[in-house]
């Protein structure tokens, strides 16, 4: 009985319950939605402890405004006691979201600000134990009186909301990226809204710039709408498998409320309104001596003209302070008449009326007197409504600064009243005003009491408003609190001014019946959304799809008899009748095609064998063909043939067949280009000249028909070179006869095959001496001419026809005279027939004759860089040869290479010398190599390799110092050679394998590399280039294998890593 009697007398619900009452069951509800989520991560359940904790928090709340009873003031140890946790864990929901990468970090965090929290709480519980308590009407709540510790754990939540809702969202995004960046800020923007806005709104309206009702709708509708976003971004980007019904229940029941919310709030300023108006008829009643019914606890009344108060029915000792309500009194009738001053001449009544105000007026005279002088050129009516407005402004400051002012302890409020008016901007005319006050906190120069000194200042903010303005008025009496609403009755027409009070409790429970309504109706719809939906949606929503997603598993396994039951026929039983269909539909195909591929088969197996058959034949038709080709190389390598022995002029030639093919594991090529050089001595035995021939050819047709022309046409300039300087044989003939026989008798050979061999070549004799230079051209790309780094063409137009076709024009032999460091460039068409789009369906194939002067300066005449130039601008569809001829060769030794025979000296010592020099060279070489000059090495090699191109020791050598200066054609070429000679070398296979790698032809590595793997299994470096090999060739497989296998022998190759990776991006 004594408890139920504490329930009626205490427990008094009002809007502010309701509020309180919905916050905490929504927070329990979007926790508990967290909470029951399957094998949760980390950053799950903080979100879930953190929200749990923020309904416990809003549950002081619900204590606080259900009980109108001085214990509810201990509500501030729930919340206290549980906001600082429910911050911290959401922090570390960030932290971890959508993963924990700094578990250390975060768990030290989570240590620190918990030990902070433990600390902050005791220190408070502490504090606040026998701590005075007082009644905030501004909030309709009970608290403790204990300012300065409320102040600093203030600060401390600030704290905890920069560190959890600013610092640790801001460092988690910059180490996060894309989308996942984009849904922490959102998580962010959705704690700013439903953390910091609320604390800002708590301030404003504590201090009464916001009216508490507009503040604590606010407050619900933010922390509901940061409860939505939360909801809307984890159903939708969670990582964890999350129920639908969840998702239903959790975003209807938290938009219902906010829908319930705004018609509460509504609903409670209705009432309000209907109690301030009944409250008004009973103060009309009450003042004509009528009998009220209605709680009215006292009457004061006071008569402005004979400045008498009427104090029948007014208790001081229980009922609130006379001198605040005489103050209110006066203010009420100055508003009243300060309005009602007539328009015309307002400004002039209104400074008189300003000259008879009161004193505790003085702030607001002030302010009027300051208006007016701001203002001059406001008048009459538009005065009267600017001040109005400034007016109801400035009440706003006046009613926060009274707050304010009255939370100071009377110890305190000298200096931090002081302090506080000094910095109000708005409250300036207050402070103005009230200065001589401060001087030692003296009034009027006397010494006062702290208690009494601050009760004299607060009475200078009193509310400056009209006529029934409701007023909340207190008054305590040792253990007992009396709590009144006051309305003020101004009364024109008798001239005096009246106040009514009626019992505080009285308007509780006045509002008690409707709240308790607003809430059994939040009961009900809570209990139909949490269990009565689920019922409803489980029939009709959620076994249906559980039905059909279980149908869908089943499929997945390979059981194709499935059929979902039809419960009804809306959107999903339609679709799970159109997956009945399907399935059904899959169910027949699949037995069709068991029964076409039961038949196929042995379809299959009958073709396989004979395209195994045809397969077989073509291969041993290729190994024919490959023979063929093989043997014609063979026949085609010797006659392509630098034979010059000049000490004055240098001739070397680069040589790419098209044609590439593989025979019995020897790689060879084939084409109708050849380069073929040697020395002539011409003139008399007395008098003769020394000239270095130099031909490049290029034979009609592709492959072994271009081949067969190279070959005839090799085979005839070796004869007439070999005929021409046999036994050191000097003939008597002029350079051009010479070139003039040897085209006739090569026409006359040419022309008989009736135009199917045809060849294209320049013919050039250069006199070692003097660099005259003899030389035809029959229908051959131009000779280039590369002298002091620029390159022009030697020829202008076309002088004779192709070898082996009858020539509109007279043959003619064209002279020209070399100057030292010139050099000739002579190549086939291969060398300007280029794909210059290789990467396209469509060919685009090079049309600018100019473009190859470019490339023989770019590569300043060297035909080596002349070919790596000619790969980047274009693909090569043709036969490649280039013949380069230098005049003017510093000569190494004078006596080397000369076709002259020396009649004092014997063959053997010719032998010998020979030898000697070759071996002298080839040391020389091999010395500048150690010694670190690879580019001299090389061009000694090259020299070398020029005359003795079969010499294995120069092969070697050149190949791997090609190689070693990155000159990968180069190092192709030699190294292939080599190889031909040597197949066991496993390290000039990888040699081989990179260079070709270098140049994009990946099958020609992947070849040499296999060759590595199968004599060395165990090389790291060529296993990890076989496996990025295969990768740049997209078999994925075959490289990740490789990949495999290479860090199952060395876990930490960070190579073989890199190449996992990027076949994992490409997969």
């Not at 689920?534 to 799809?545: A, E, K, V, W």
């Not at 002259?900 to 014997?906: A, G, I, P, V």
Request: overall charge neutral; glycine content about 6%.
């Amino acid at each position: 009985m004594g408890e139920t009697g504490f329930v009626s007398n205490n427990v008094f619900l009002n809007y502010y319950s309701f509020g309180s009452l919905l916050l905490f069951l929504t927070s329990m509800l979007v926790s508990g939605v967290f909470l029951f989520i399957d094998r949760k991560v980390s950053s799950t359940k903080h979100l879930a402890i953190g929200i749990f904790f923020l309904g416990i928090f809003q549950f002081g709340y619900v204590i606080a405004t259900f009980l109108y009873h001085p214990f509810a003031a201990y509500h501030r140890w729930i919340t206290v006691g549980f906001i600082l946790p429910a911050i911290l864990h959401i922090g570390q929901f960030i932290a971890r979201y959508p993963k924990n990468d700094f578990p250390k970090f975060n768990q030290i965090t989570t240590i620190v600000l918990w030990l902070i929290a433990l600390f902050s709480i005791g220190y408070f519980c502490f504090s606040t134990w026998n701590a005075s308590v007082k009644y905030y009407f501004t909030a309709h709540r009970w608290d403790f009186n204990a300012e300065n510790i409320n102040n600093k754990i203030a600060n401390i939540v600030f704290s905890y909301m920069f560190i959890n809702f600013f610092a640790i969202p801001i460092w988690r995004m910059t180490h996060l990226s894309g989308k996942t960046r984009w849904i922490v800020f959102a998580f962010t923007v959705s704690f700013l809204i439903g953390g910091t806005l609320p604390v800002i709104a708590n301030f404003l309206g504590n201090d009464g710039y916001l009216e508490r009702s507009i503040y604590f709708t606010s407050i619900v509708l933010l922390f509901m709408t940061a409860f939505f976003i939360i909801l809307i971004l984890y159903l939708n980007f969670s990582v964890e498998k999350t129920s639908f019904m969840l998702e239903i229940v959790g975003i209807t029941f938290v938009t219902v409320l906010i829908v319930m919310q705004i018609l509460i709030y509504i609903s409670n300023q209705d009432k309000e309104f209907e109690y301030d108006t009944l409250s008004r008829i009973r103060v009309e009643k009450a003042l004509e001596g009528e009998s009220v019914k209605g709680g009215i606890s006292y009457i004061f009344k006071w008569n402005h003209v004979e400045n008498s108060f009427d104090k029948e029915r007014y208790n001081p000792k229980i009922h609130p302070d006379q001198e605040q309500i005489e103050i209110d009194f006066k203010n009420t009738l100055l508003y009243e008449e300060m309005f009602n001053l007539s328009e015309n001449g307002f400004r002039e009544s209104l400074l008189e009326l300003m000259d008879h105000s009161h004193e505790n007026f003085g702030g607001y005279k002030y302010f009027i007197i300051n208006f007016l002088d701001e203002h001059p050129n406001l008048e009459d009516k538009n005065l009267k409504l600017e001040l109005s407005k400034e007016l109801s402004g400035l009440n706003l400051h006046v009613i926060a600064a009274s707050n304010k002012l009255d939370n100071i302890f009377a110890e305190d409020f000298c200096t931090e009243g002081k302090d506080y008016l000094e910095n109000s901007k708005k409250l300036k005319m207050f402070r103005v005003f009230l200065e001589y006050h401060w001087d030692f906190c003296k009034s009027d120069g006397r010494d006062i009491r702290p208690a009494i000194f601050k009760k004299k200042v607060l009475n200078y903010f009193r509310p400056f408003v009209p006529s029934f303005t409701r007023y909340y008025r207190g008054k305590n009496v040792g253990d007992h609190n009396f709590h009144y609403i006051g309305f003020v009755k101004y009364d024109r027409e008798r001239n005096n001014v009246s106040e009514i009070g009626f019992s505080y409790r009285a308007y509780r429970e006045f509002i008690h019946p409707t709240a308790l309504k607003q809430i059994i109706v939040l009961g009900v719809v809570v209990v139909m959304i949490v269990f009565l939906f689920p019922l409803f949606f489980r029939t009709s929503l959620f076994s249906p799809l559980k039905d059909l997603l279980s149908g869908v598993e089943r499929v997945n396994g390979g059981n194709f008899e499935v059929q979902v039951p039809i419960r009804i026929k809306d959107e999903i039983g339609f679709l799970a009748n159109s997956f009945n269909n399907m399935v059904s539909s899959i169910r027949d195909a699949r037995k069709e095609l068991q029964d076409y591929a039961n038949y196929l088969a042995i379809k299959v197996r009958l073709r396989t064998e004979e395209l195994s058959e045809k397969i077989e034949e073509l291969q041993n038709l290729k190994i024919q063909q490959d023979g063929d080709y093989f043997l014609t190389s063979l026949l085609a390598k010797p006659l392509n043939y630098n034979a010059n022995k000049s000490t004055r002029i240098s001739t070397r030639f680069l040589l790419r067949q098209k044609k590439q093919f593989e025979f019995k594991g020897k790689r060879a090529d084939l084409g109708g280009d050849i380069c073929i050089t040697g020395n002539l001595r011409l003139g008399t035995p007395s008098d003769y000249k020394r000239y270095v021939f130099a031909m490049n050819g290029d034979a009609m047709g592709k492959s072994m028909q271009g081949a067969g022309g190279a070959l005839v046409i090799g085979v005839m300039v070796n004869s007439i070179l070999a005929r021409s300087a046999a036994d050191d044989r000097i003939l008597d003939t002029s350079p051009e006869q010479w070139l003039m026989e040897m085209y006739e008798e090569l026409n006359s050979v040419f022309k008989s095959f009736d135009g199917s061999m045809v060849v294209s070549a320049s013919f050039f004799l250069i006199e070692e001496n003097s660099g005259k230079t003899y030389y035809f051209n029959a229908e051959h790309p131009f000779t280039v001419l590369y002298r002091g780094g620029r390159a022009v063409f030697l020829e202008s137009s076309l002088m004779l026809r192709k070898i082996g076709l009858e020539s509109e024009y007279a043959f003619q032999v064209f002279t020209t005279t070399l100057r030292e460091g010139d050099v000739l460039i002579i190549g086939s068409d291969g060398k300007d027939d280029l794909d210059l789009t290789p990467d396209k369906d469509t060919r685009s194939i090079n049309e600018d004759e100019t473009l190859f002067l470019k490339i023989v300066e770019a590569g300043k005449g060297n035909i080596e860089q002349i070919e790596q130039l000619i790969c980047k601008k274009g693909e090569i569809i043709d036969d490649l040869s280039l013949l380069r001829i230098e005049y003017g060769v510093p000569q190494l030794n004078s006596e080397k290479n000369c076709l002259k025979t020396d009649k004092t000296k014997s063959p053997s010592l010719n032998l010998n010398e020979g030898v000697s020099d070759w071996n002298a060279s080839y040391s020389h070489a091999r010395q500048l190599y150690r010694n670190g000059n690879v580019k001299e090495a090389i061009h000694e090699l090259m020299d070398l390799y020029s005359k003795m191109p079969e010499d294995s020791k120069v092969i070697k050598l050149l190949g791997l110092l090609s190689f070693k200066d990155k000159d990968y054609v180069t190092a192709v070429e030699i190294l292939g050679k080599y190889l031909e000679l040597n197949s066991e070398l496993s390290e000039y296979w990888y040699y081989f394998s990179i260079a070709n790698k270098k140049l994009g032809r990946f099958s020609e590595a992947i070849s040499a590399s296999e060759k590595v793997a199968i004599k060395q299994p165990d090389n790291i470096n060529n296993l990890v280039n076989l496996s990025d090999l295969y990768r740049l060739q997209r078999e994925y497989v075959r490289a990740k294998e490789i990949a495999i296998k290479i860090l199952n022998v060395d876990p930490q190759n960070e190579n073989a890593k890199k190449i996992l990776k990027q076949i994992e991006n490409k997969i």
